[in-house]
T-cell receptor, first 112, second 112 residues
């Protein structure tokens, strides 16, 4: 089954404790991206990747890192999480940046 | 810079009434996509519009792309409770390498 898998689905952690949210897709898609969703602000893009070893900043990249060492994986790294990064995070993939996006089920992060 | 507004932010209708959400851009869009997110779910791709004046239908949903490719709309005829959710337009943003950006969404509530 074609899917985008994110882990964990839920995480409560404390300020400053490094965390990684994994994202994996099995559709051989070149384009992957991360979004955060906050009430009243819609979906805001954090980072995106056009292909392996190619990443670029979205609208709200501060406090986040990503890597794209393999085509299928695009982890989101919070080196020193802060409470303002409490949010719902979605990973998405597509054949190209203007093609239909396939979203994962989301990761709800709470930073205390 | 490019600005895209999605209106209204919220809409509450009685079942059987029609519903329309609009996405309006200050600049020409190369294409536009529409997504639906059910409560507690992830965004799901509905349709992509590319041509000026394009109209596409999916059962009770009608999607339009304006002649100037600056405006788009999603119209639902005779809403049902299953239409509840948030509807997003998504567009390639010129000032970010044409990465896909999302409007803030219109949340639709349908009461029986």
């Amino acid at each position: 089954e074609a899917q985008v898998t994110q882990n964990p689905r839920y995480l409560i952690t404390v300020t400053g404790k490094k965390l990684t949210v994994t994202c994996s897709q099995n559709m051989n898609h070149e384009y992957m991206s991360w979004y955060r969703q906050d009430p009243g602000l819609g979906l805001r893009q954090i980072y995106y990747s056009m292909n392996v070893e190619v990443t670029d900043k979205g609208d709200v990249p501060e406090g986040y890192k990503v890597s794209r060492k393999e085509k299928r994986n695009f982890p989101l790294i919070l080196e020193s999480p802060s409470p303002n990064q409490t949010s719902l995070y979605f990973c998405a993939s597509s054949q190209g940046q203007n093609q239909p996006q396939h979203f994962g089920d989301g990761t709800r992060l709470s930073i205390l | 810079g490019q600005q895209v507004m999605q209106i209204p932010q919220y809409q509450h209708v009685q079942e059987g009434e029609d519903f329309t959400t609009y996405c309006n851009s200050s600049t020409t869009l190369s294409n536009i996509q529409w997504y639906k997110q059910r409560p507690g779910g992830h965004p799901v791709f509905l349709i992509q519009l590319v041509k000026s004046g394009e109209v596409k239908k999916q059962k009770r949903l009608t999607f339009q792309f304006g002649e100037a490719k600056k405006n788009s709309s999603l119209h639902i005829t005779a809403t049902q409770t299953t239409d509840v959710g948030t509807y997003f337009c998504a567009y390639p943003r010129r000032d970010s390498g044409y990465a896909l950006n999302f409007g803030k969404g219109t949340s639709l509530l349908v009461t029986p």
